[in-house]
C-alpha cells in the first residue's frame, strides 16, 4: 500500500482547523498539527511532509514570514497560507513568496482539496528550483573531480526526494548523479553508472533519441518515452549553464488515457451534435425560399436559430474547458499582450461603438513577453475585457491596464456595470454559474470558468474586486519567465 502524503497544518483558528483537518483526511492525505512555532519546528524535523499548510497570523507571528524563513531551510516543500480576508496587497505578498496558493473564506471541501492536491502536483514539476537548487549547491560542478562531498551529498539528498526521474550530467553528457526514481525506470545500479557517457548507460531509444537531438531551439526539450508495458512518460532535457543538462521524466501514462477519451468524445460530439445542429441551421434558413413567411413564422424561426447557436456555443465551450483542465493545451511560445490586445479590441469594436463606451487602455512600455499558449490568452482577453464591455452602461466606460511587477504582469480590467453582489464572488468562476443581477444577459456560464481554467494553466491568479451599482475589477497576475540561452554541447 502506497504510504499516504503528510499534509502539515500550522493555523490557530479551531474550525478552520477542524475543517481542514477532516476534508483532508476524507480523501486519504494524512495530518499532522502544529500547536504554535516550536511544535512546528520539531514536527519539520522529525517528519517528511508533503505539504505545509500555515495560518497567515500563527502563534502571534505572521505567518508569510514564518514561511520566508522556512524556505530558507526547505526549498523543496510546497507551502499554502490560509487567511480570513483576501487583499490585493495580500495576494502580492504571496506572489513575490513565490507560495503555491491561498485559502480564504467561504471554504468548501472541494476547495481545499482542489488547491492541496494542485500545490502537490506543481512540486513534482521540478522546473525551475530544481534547476536554481542545483546551480547554488553545485557551482563548481564544472569539473567532477571538483566537487566537494558535502556538495554531493547535499544534492543527492535533494534529487532522491524527487517523486520523478531525475539525472545530472556534465557539459560532456557523463553521469554525475541519478536518483533511484530513474534507475528504477531503466533498470540502473545507482552507484554504478556514475561517471559513465550517459550513451553508453541509457538505451532506451526515445530516451537516446531527446539526448542526442539538436537543442539549439530551445533550452527545453520535451519528448514521449514508451515502454514495452504501456507506460508513457514525458522526459526533459535542460541545459544548466556551467555544470551541463539535467534530464527529468514524468509519467503521463494517465493523460495519454485522457487524450484518448476526450478525442473519442470530440468525435462522438462532432458527429452526433453539431451535424445535427449544422442540418436544422440550413432547412431553417431554406424554409423561407420555399415560399413567403408572416412575421410570426419569421420569430419562430429566428428564435430556432439563436437556441441552435447557443447549444453550439456551448458545446465548444464545454469541449475547452475539459481540454484545459486535462491538461492537454501545452503549447508555449513568446507572446507580447499588448498585441493580443488589440486584435481583442479591434474585435469588439462594434460592441464597442453600439453602446457607446470609452475605453481607456493603460500599457507599461516596455511590456515583457510572456511564455504562454497566445490562443488561450486571447480566449482570456476576449472573454474579461467582453465582458466589460457588455455588462458596462451605454456610454460607460472601461479601463485596461496592463504593467510588469517583480517577477510577474498585472492585467486589470474595469468596468461600471452593476457589480457583482458579494455572496456570488466566490462562485462566479464555477462552471454554468450566473450571477442573480445580470440574469437578462446571454451566455454559457462558462466563460469565467474558462478564463480561471488559462489563467491556472500558466501557474497565474485570478480575482475579482466589485461594489453592487458601482462596477466591478478583475485582477490576472501571470508569471513571467526570462528566455534562458542554452549551453552549448562541448
Given at each position: 500500500?502506497?504510504?499516504?502524503?503528510?499534509?502539515?497544518?500550522?493555523?490557530?483558528?479551531?474550525?478552520?482547523?477542524?475543517?481542514?483537518?477532516?476534508?483532508?483526511?476524507?480523501?486519504?492525505?494524512?495530518?499532522?498539527?502544529?500547536?504554535?512555532?516550536?511544535?512546528?519546528?520539531?514536527?519539520?524535523?522529525?517528519?517528511?511532509?508533503?505539504?505545509?499548510?500555515?495560518?497567515?497570523?500563527?502563534?502571534?507571528?505572521?505567518?508569510?514570514?514564518?514561511?520566508?524563513?522556512?524556505?530558507?531551510?526547505?526549498?523543496?516543500?510546497?507551502?499554502?497560507?490560509?487567511?480570513?480576508?483576501?487583499?490585493?496587497?495580500?495576494?502580492?505578498?504571496?506572489?513575490?513568496?513565490?507560495?503555491?496558493?491561498?485559502?480564504?473564506?467561504?471554504?468548501?471541501?472541494?476547495?481545499?482539496?482542489?488547491?492541496?492536491?494542485?500545490?502537490?502536483?506543481?512540486?513534482?514539476?521540478?522546473?525551475?528550483?530544481?534547476?536554481?537548487?542545483?546551480?547554488?549547491?553545485?557551482?563548481?560542478?564544472?569539473?567532477?573531480?571538483?566537487?566537494?562531498?558535502?556538495?554531493?551529498?547535499?544534492?543527492?539528498?535533494?534529487?532522491?526526494?524527487?517523486?520523478?526521474?531525475?539525472?545530472?550530467l556534465d557539459e560532456d553528457n557523463v553521469i554525475l548523479l541519478v536518483n533511484p526514481a530513474m534507475c528504477a525506470s531503466f533498470g540502473l545500479d545507482g552507484q554504478a553508472v556514475i561517471g559513465k557517457p550517459v550513451?553508453?548507460?541509457?538505451?532506451?531509444?526515445?530516451l537516446r533519441a531527446l539526448i542526442t537531438s539538436n537543442h539549439s531551439d530551445d533550452p527545453l526539450q520535451y519528448h514521449e518515452v514508451n515502454f514495452p508495458d504501456g507506460r508513457v512518460a514525458s522526459a526533459q532535457?535542460?541545459?544548466?549553464?556551467?555544470?551541463?543538462?539535467?534530464?527529468?521524466?514524468?509519467?503521463?501514462?494517465?493523460?495519454?488515457?485522457?487524450?484518448?477519451?476526450?478525442?473519442?468524445?470530440?468525435?462522438?460530439?462532432?458527429?452526433?451534435?453539431?451535424?445535427?445542429?449544422?442540418?436544422?441551421?440550413?432547412?431553417?434558413?431554406?424554409?423561407?425560399?420555399?415560399?413567403?413567411?408572416?412575421?410570426?413564422?419569421?420569430?419562430?424561426?429566428?428564435?430556432?436559430?439563436?437556441?441552435?447557436?447557443?447549444?453550439?456555443?456551448?458545446?465548444?465551450?464545454?469541449?475547452?474547458?475539459?481540454?484545459?483542465?486535462?491538461?492537454?493545451?501545452?503549447?508555449?511560445?513568446?507572446?507580447?499582450?499588448?498585441?493580443?490586445?488589440?486584435?481583442?479590441?479591434?474585435?469588439?469594436?462594434?460592441?464597442?461603438?453600439?453602446?457607446?463606451?470609452?475605453?481607456?487602455?493603460?500599457i507599461a512600455s516596455p511590456l515583457p513577453p510572456l511564455r504562454a499558449n497566445p490562443v488561450r490568452l486571447r480566449q482570456v482577453l476576449d472573454n474579461v475585457v467582453g465582458n466589460a464591455i457588455k455588462y458596462s452602461?451605454?456610454?460607460?466606460?472601461?479601463?485596461?491596464?496592463?504593467?510588469?511587477?517583480?517577477?510577474?504582469?498585472?492585467?486589470?480590467?474595469?468596468?461600471?456595470?452593476?457589480?457583482?453582489?458579494?455572496?456570488?464572488?466566490?462562485?462566479?468562476?464555477?462552471?454554468?454559474?450566473?450571477?442573480?443581477?445580470?440574469?437578462?444577459?446571454?451566455?454559457?456560464?462558462?466563460?469565467?470558468?474558462?478564463?480561471?481554467?488559462?489563467?491556472?494553466?500558466?501557474?497565474?491568479?485570478?480575482?475579482?474586486?466589485?461594489?453592487?451599482?458601482?462596477?466591478?475589477?478583475?485582477?490576472?497576475?501571470?508569471?513571467?519567465?526570462?528566455?534562458?540561452?542554452?549551453?552549448?554541447?562541448?
Amino acid at each position: 500500500m502506497p504510504k499516504k502524503d503528510l499534509i502539515l497544518l500550522a493555523l490557530d483558528g479551531s474550525h478552520t482547523l477542524k475543517l481542514m483537518d477532516r476534508a483532508l483526511q476524507a480523501v486519504n492525505y494524512e495530518t499532522a498539527i502544529a500547536a504554535d512555532t516550536k511544535a512546528l519546528s520539531r514536527l519539520l524535523q522529525e517528519t517528511m511532509p508533503a505539504l505545509l499548510m500555515v495560518g497567515e497570523r500563527f502563534d502571534g507571528h505572521d505567518g508569510l514570514e514564518i514561511i520566508a524563513e522556512l524556505l530558507e531551510r526547505f526549498p523543496t516543500l510546497p507551502f499554502l497560507v490560509y487567511t480570513e480576508k483576501a487583499t490585493p496587497e495580500f495576494a502580492k505578498r504571496v506572489f513575490k513568496l513565490g507560495i503555491n496558493g491561498y485559502l480564504a473564506p467561504p471554504l468548501r471541501t472541494d476547495d481545499i482539496v482542489g488547491i492541496v492536491e494542485g500545490a502537490l502536483k506543481h512540486a513534482h514539476r521540478v522546473g525551475d528550483w530544481l534547476r536554481r537548487e542545483v546551480k547554488r549547491t553545485t557551482s563548481s560542478l564544472k569539473k567532477r573531480a571538483q566537487i566537494s562531498e558535502a556538495e554531493r551529498s547535499r544534492l543527492e539528498t535533494v534529487i532522491n526526494s524527487i517523486h520523478d526521474n531525475v539525472m545530472i550530467l556534465d557539459e560532456d553528457n557523463v553521469i554525475l548523479l541519478v536518483n533511484p526514481a530513474m534507475c528504477a525506470s531503466f533498470g540502473l545500479d545507482g552507484q554504478a553508472v556514475i561517471g559513465k557517457p550517459v550513451l553508453d548507460v541509457i538505451q532506451h531509444p526515445d530516451l537516446r533519441a531527446l539526448i542526442t537531438s539538436n537543442h539549439s531551439d530551445d533550452p527545453l526539450q520535451y519528448h514521449e518515452v514508451n515502454f514495452p508495458d504501456g507506460r508513457v512518460a514525458s522526459a526533459q532535457y535542460t541545459a544548466i549553464p556551467e555544470i551541463g543538462y539535467v534530464i527529468t521524466m514524468q509519467d503521463i501514462t494517465y493523460l495519454k488515457e485522457v487524450d484518448r477519451v476526450r478525442n473519442e468524445m470530440v468525435h462522438t460530439v462532432s458527429h452526433d451534435l453539431r451535424s445535427p445542429l449544422t442540418s436544422v441551421i440550413g432547412y431553417t434558413e431554406l424554409i423561407a425560399r420555399a415560399g413567403p413567411l408572416n412575421e410570426s413564422q419569421k420569430d419562430f424561426l429566428k428564435r430556432i436559430q439563436e437556441s441552435v447557436q447557443h447549444i453550439t456555443a456551448l458545446i465548444n465551450d464545454l469541449l475547452d474547458i475539459g481540454s484545459i483542465e486535462a491538461g492537454l493545451d501545452t503549447r508555449r511560445e513568446w507572446v507580447q499582450l499588448d498585441g493580443l490586445l488589440r486584435y481583442t479590441l479591434d474585435m469588439l469594436q462594434g460592441q464597442i461603438k453600439a453602446k457607446q463606451i470609452k475605453v481607456q487602455t493603460e500599457i507599461a512600455s516596455p511590456l515583457p513577453p510572456l511564455r504562454a499558449n497566445p490562443v488561450r490568452l486571447r480566449q482570456v482577453l476576449d472573454n474579461v475585457v467582453g465582458n466589460a464591455i457588455k455588462y458596462s452602461n451605454r456610454e460607460g466606460e472601461v479601463k485596461i491596464s496592463i504593467r510588469p511587477e517583480g517577477d510577474q504582469v498585472i492585467i486589470q480590467v474595469s468596468d461600471n456595470g452593476p457589480g457583482i453582489p458579494i455572496q456570488d464572488q466566490a462562485h462566479i468562476f464555477d462552471k454554468f454559474y450566473r450571477g442573480r443581477n445580470i440574469n437578462d444577459q446571454e451566455g454559457t456560464g462558462l466563460g469565467l470558468a474558462i478564463v480561471k481554467s488559462i489563467v491556472d494553466a500558466h501557474q497565474g491568479r485570478i480575482w475579482v474586486e466589485s461594489n453592487v451599482g458601482q462596477g466591478s475589477t478583475f485582477f490576472i497576475v501571470l508569471p513571467i519567465q526570462s528566455p534562458t540561452i542554452p549551453v552549448g554541447k562541448k
